[in-house]
């Protein structure tokens, strides 16, 4: 019996969710808190330009803050956040998590938490690609309003080592400006760069 994956739904031998999509998934919960805190600077509403003011009357107070953000900031991810980790503590048979401190502070404690129990959510949790579906949705409204995040580097290809049941690791690489090899962020496999081009001709072909 084959399993596949809940997000992409690549062909898995077990499990929920494919190691690339949760090392994808560990990134955006690992980013989560950042873009959380950088929604901030984006609370009050964008002044425009002046020049149509002037000629124009207004007759309301215009939104003190913005409403999008503040839905973010005071509620969104923090209750997205820990309704998955109050899911998988439930389904786990746990008691439910406390729940106390600021928002920003809630945010971090549930991204980090569901960060450490990436393994088990990738190989025993039935909702690891709907968690996975949700949280990158989100990451994507929060980046739509805060904008792009620091260059992450040009994608080189998957990563090619296998372990010694022959499981091929699959990891996305990248390469940054300035490095001169590169470490697997799942397997920590280190290609150098001579490996650049033979890990580009041993990429699985596209379907």
Do not use: N
């Amino acid at each position: 019996m084959t399993a596949s994956c809940g997000l992409c739904e690549r062909a898995l031998e077990h499990g929920y969710l494919c190691q690339g999509d949760t090392l994808a998934l560990a990134e955006r919960l690992d980013r989560m808190p950042k873009i959380y805190a950088a929604l901030a600077g984006f609370l009050t509403p964008a002044v425009h330009g002046g020049a149509e003011r002037v000629s124009v009357k207004v007759t309301y107070a215009p939104l003190p803050v913005d409403e999008t953000v503040l839905d973010l900031r005071y509620g969104g991810i923090a209750l997205v956040l820990e309704g998955w980790r109050s899911d998988v503590q439930a389904v786990r048979g746990w008691g439910q998590p406390a729940i106390e401190g600021s928002v920003e502070r809630r945010v971090l404690a549930a991204a980090r938490w569901l960060g450490m129990s990436l393994e088990w959510i990738a190989a025993d949790y039935p909702a690891a690609g709907d968690m996975a579906r949700e949280v990158r949705e989100m990451e994507g409204a929060a980046l739509s309003i805060v904008g792009a995040l620091p260059d992450r580097g040009r994608r080189i290809g998957q990563c090619v080592a296998a372990d010694a049941s022959g499981v091929v690791c699959g990891a996305v690489l990248r390469h940054r400006s300035g490095e001169t090899s590169l470490v697997c962020p799942w397997c920590t496999c280190v290609y150098a760069s001579g490996d650049f081009l033979m890990l580009r001709t041993l990429q699985p072909e596209e379907a």
